[in-house]
């Protein structure tokens, strides 16, 4: 049996990085008039946030390999406690900006350390389990906290949504402290995550992730202009709702079949994603079809970063800390690429956006049996 209040307190942790990452999107027009500065502006405090994570995970996680892992799980806590408490506060954009890439940095971090750590907790063969648990904190927060962080910025004023996430973390800082285990740094010489990157089956894992997540977000990042294109905007706020909630059960799904077929759970979310962005591509603004699409996504996209993340564990080993930053920068480095590209699609017509986001999708297929199998833990399977 999984430890499940340490868990828990993991995926706490989890769904308030993605809700200080994303948060800002739902809070963007309130935000933008208070602070007198431009939608686009307020915007890039959620671009910068995913550029910042992505730079910053790898060398900010090879330099806290020795810090013992509870220590600095309790550190980053304490960070998102600061930063959302001063943007909650500040009145000057500068300093927002600030705040956001110092929280930036810090998510880039817990990505790495939650996956570790709650691989760290489980026992053996119920892995895969334990990091569906820990990282069920994302969509959820998609699901759940975004919504619910929207409506109360526009019910009260957009302060008080980051008021609240601040007010998160100090139950969760005694949760930590009383629930969670600790468990030691990496040895006194731990991997690099550069060296880590060197490993068999890693570089195809890596390409997979940035395709992935490329893909993914030349099309989610502009669902709203390709659900005008086919005049359903006005299901704009169901499909997001469908999405987050089929997210948590792709998350569920992934996590009953992680430790047994590993491979099998990276190909199908990676189809099951494709799929549905050409579904929605194709269904013509039909009501019916479109939510259908929005919720084959989210089941397909619900479980890939935790398969990612635990496809990267399988191959790093020991090493899975300083490798999962890797997972992380491409992750997020991709977040914003596909933000990139699709805006340099857009203008040659919202049609061509789920095409092109299924096709960079499912181009990891091409090299799929190099990711994985290369593990040991798979030629230990393959061998029995």
């Given at each position: 049996?999984?430890?499940?209040?340490?868990?828990?307190?993991?995926?706490?942790?989890?769904?308030?990085?993605?809700?200080?990452?994303?948060?800002?999107?739902?809070?963007?027009?309130?935000?933008?008039?208070?602070?007198?500065?431009?939608?686009?502006?307020?915007?890039?405090?959620?671009?910068?946030?995913?550029?910042?994570?992505?730079?910053t995970?790898?060398?900010?996680?090879?330099?806290?390999?020795?810090?013992?892992?509870?220590?600095?799980?309790?550190?980053?806590?304490?960070?998102?406690?600061?930063?959302?408490?001063?943007?909650?506060?500040?009145?000057?954009?500068?300093?927002?900006?600030?705040?956001?890439?110092?929280?930036?940095?810090?998510?880039?971090?817990?990505?790495?350390?939650?996956?570790?750590?709650?691989?760290?907790?489980?026992?053996?063969?119920?892995?895969?389990?334990?990091?569906?648990?820990?990282?069920?904190?994302?969509?959820?927060?998609?699901?759940?906290?975004?919504?619910?962080?929207?409506?109360?910025?526009?019910?009260?004023?957009?302060?008080?949504?980051?008021?609240?996430?601040?007010?998160i973390t100090?139950?969760?800082?005694?949760?930590?402290?009383?629930a969670?285990?600790?468990?030691?740094?990496?040895?006194?010489?731990?991997?690099?995550?550069?060296?880590?990157?060197?490993?068999?089956?890693?570089?195809?894992?890596?390409?997979?992730?940035?395709?992935?997540?490329?893909?993914?977000?030349?099309?989610?990042?502009?669902?709203?202009?390709?659900?005008?294109?086919?005049?359903?905007e006005?299901?704009?706020?169901?499909?997001?709702?469908?999405?987050?909630?089929?997210?948590?059960g792709?998350?569920?799904?992934?996590?009953?079949?992680?430790?047994?077929?590993?491979?099998?759970v990276?190909?199908?979310?990676?189809?099951?994603?494709?799929?549905?962005?050409?579904?929605?591509?194709?269904?013509?603004?039909?009501?019916?079809?479109?939510?259908?699409?929005?919720?084959?996504?989210?089941?397909?996209?619900?479980?890939?970063?935790?398969?990612?993340?635990?496809?990267?564990?399988?191959?790093?080993?020991?090493?899975?800390?300083?490798?999962?930053?890797?997972?992380?920068?491409?992750?997020?480095?991709?977040?914003?690429?596909?933000?990139?590209?699709?805006?340099?699609?857009?203008?040659?017509?919202?049609?061509?956006?789920?095409?092109?986001?299924?096709?960079?999708?499912?181009?990891?297929?091409?090299?799929?049996?190099?990711?994985?199998?290369?593990?040991?833990?798979?030629?230990?399977?393959?061998?029995?």
């Amino acid at each position: 049996m999984v430890p499940l209040p340490a868990l828990l307190a993991l995926t706490t942790t989890v769904f308030l990085g993605c809700l200080t990452e994303v948060l800002p999107a739902g809070l963007l027009l309130g935000m933008s008039e208070d602070l007198g500065v431009s939608p686009s502006a307020t915007g890039q405090l959620v671009t910068v946030y995913a550029i910042t994570t992505a730079l910053t995970a790898v060398p900010l996680t090879g330099a806290t390999l020795r810090v013992p892992r509870k220590r600095l799980l309790l550190a980053l806590i304490v960070g998102f406690l600061g930063t959302n408490l001063l943007i909650a506060v500040s009145s000057s954009y500068p300093v927002i900006l600030a705040a956001r890439i110092v929280s930036g940095a810090l998510t880039g971090v817990m990505w790495s350390l939650v996956a570790g750590y709650a691989m760290r907790l489980a026992p053996p063969g119920l892995t895969g389990r334990a990091l569906a648990v820990a990282m069920s904190g994302t969509p959820i927060g998609f699901a759940l906290g975004v919504p619910a962080g929207t409506a109360l910025g526009e019910l009260a004023d957009w302060r008080w949504a980051f008021a609240a996430m601040a007010l998160i973390t100090v139950p969760l800082l005694a949760w930590v402290l009383v629930a969670v285990p600790a468990v030691p740094a990496d040895p006194a010489r731990p991997t690099r995550p550069l060296a880590a990157s060197r490993l068999p089956g890693m570089r195809p894992l890596l390409a997979t992730v940035a395709l992935f997540s490329l893909g993914h977000n030349v099309a989610y990042t502009y669902v709203g202009p390709v659900l005008a294109g086919l005049d359903a905007e006005a299901l704009l706020g169901a499909v997001l709702l469908v999405f987050g909630c089929a997210a948590v059960g792709g998350m569920a799904a992934v996590g009953s079949a992680l430790d047994d077929r590993p491979r099998a759970v990276l190909l199908s979310c990676t189809a099951v994603t494709a799929a549905a962005i050409v579904l929605l591509g194709i269904c013509d603004g039909v009501h019916g079809l479109v939510l259908v699409a929005a919720a084959l996504w989210g089941l397909g996209f619900g479980g890939a970063p935790t398969a990612f993340q635990a496809a990267t564990a399988l191959l790093a080993g020991p090493t899975a800390d300083a490798a999962q930053s890797l997972t992380i920068a491409a992750w997020n480095g991709a977040v914003a690429g596909g933000a990139l590209i699709g805006g340099l699609v857009l203008p040659l017509g919202t049609g061509l956006l789920p095409w092109c986001a299924a096709l960079v999708v499912l181009s990891p297929l091409l090299f799929s049996r190099r990711v994985v199998l290369s593990g040991p833990g798979d030629r230990c399977r393959a061998r029995r």
